[in-house]
């Protein structure tokens, strides 16, 4: 969540730097950070909610005796294959504005 909101932060900052440059500058569209910065800041609190759901499915069922060692989460499969498609993504994106 905090790479997201410096990532929005920082797409501000060059917005400002740009407006005082003056029009002789090179204009580059700044919406690509602030919509990747607010996609991080989503996908953490994303992150957080489901965390806090399994963390108390898996102390109900450690209580219960029902816990099953050696699961594989699908939940944390899908969050990390969504973190790695973003950041390739964003990646692809910074590339191209080189």
């Given amino acids: 969540m905090a790479f997201g909101f410096a990532i929005a932060r920082f ?14 500058v ?3 569209s700044a919406w690509g950070s602030p919509i990747a910065g607010v996609a991080l800041i ?3 609190v994303v992150v957080n909610i489901i965390a806090s759901w399994r963390y108390s499915q898996i102390i109900r069922q450690l209580s219960q005796g029902t816990w099953i060692p050696g699961r594989i989460s699908r939940t ?6 969504l973190l790695a498609v973003l950041g390739a993504a964003m990646a692809a994106y910074l590339l191209a504005l080189r």
């Fill in 42 to 44: 989503a996908l953490g």
């Fill in 26 to 28: 090179l204009n580059h």
């Fill in 76 to 81: 944390g499969v899908v969050l990390a294959a």
């Fill in 11 to 24: 797409a501000l900052f060059l917005r400002q730097m740009q407006a005082t440059q003056g029009p002789h």
